[in-house]
């Protein structure tokens, strides 16, 4: 059976003051390319000057831009996601030499991920909150910190911002959720984990945004769900198969 990365995003916006920058972006293949990928960079920063929306907007475009240029790349998935780390560190290295003022590297919290081939890629400044559900083969599941995997130095180096990057397997039924800090401090009020061990992607994001939202918690959040999931089947291979069976429904 194929199977497929499926995101989920959230976004709450709270915010009584305006005390972070946040984005989200997501980026997917082309449509003629025969491999299909997402890209997704999440960017959290503790301020409100302009040259970090400046270093925002210069980290979409070339994210934007390399994404063309590699929708034709059908090789290693490792070998592609570091052609797009390396153009983000020209870029960003670019952009610091015309900088008015110098970045404040601990404000930041920059995270890139590309899913495609049940496989992951990853690459970060900081740290946001995240959980790897890997499933067990007795249907529980373990958690893991995948971004305190990423080796980071203990000072970034503004010429190679994105020092390190992993890749690894995101198997079947495995979940991943990436979002900003202040998930962390809600993980157990948000039940978080049951809900994304319990719930399809779609439900489980709409229901943590739909607890937020009640909570009222005056601050922006912004967070990814992604599950490996099976295709929906075509209608001719679902012939064969019980009326209960056809009629449990998709994601």
């Known amino acids: 059976m194929e ?11 709270k915010a009584t003051m305006d005390e972070k920058i946040i984005g989200l972006f997501r980026y997917e293949s082309e449509a003629h390319s025969k491999r299909h990928a997402a890209v997704v960079i999440l960017v959290e920063i503790t301020s409100t000057l302009y040259l970090y929306e400046q270093l925002l907007d210069v980290i979409n475009a070339t994210a934007e831009q390399a994404r063309h240029l590699t929708a034709g790349f059908e090789g290693d998935p490792m070998v592609r996601f570091e052609k797009l780390i390396q153009r983000l ?3 960003i290295t670019h952009f610091l030499q015309q900088a008015p003022t110098p970045i404040a590297w601990n404000r930041l919290n920059v995270f890139v991920l590309e ?3 049940n496989h992951v890629c990853l690459s970060g400044i900081g740290r946001l909150t995240n959980a790897l559900l890997q499933k067990q083969p007795d249907g529980q599941f373990r958690s893991f910190d995948l971004f305190g995997s990423l080796e980071q130095p203990l000072e970034v180096n503004p010429e190679k911002p994105f020092s390190s990057l992993i890749c690894g397997d995101i198997h079947p039924g495995d979940v991943l959720f990436f979002g900003t800090q202040n998930f962390e401090r809600l993980r157990d009020e948000l039940q978080l984990l049951p809900r994304l061990t319990n719930l399809p992607a779609v439900s489980a994001a709409l229901e943590i945004k739909q607890d937020l939202e009640r909570r009222n918690v005056p601050d922006d959040f912004a967070g990814v769900i992604v599950v490996n999931a099976p295709l929906p089947q075509p209608a001719a291979a679902r012939a064969g198969t019980s009326l209960s069976e056809a009629e449990t429904p998709a994601e």
């Open 89 to 91: 560190n020209e870029a």
């Open 115 to 117: 899913f495609s081939d």
């Open 3 to 13: 199977h497929q990365f499926r995101l989920a995003e959230i976004e709450v916006n």
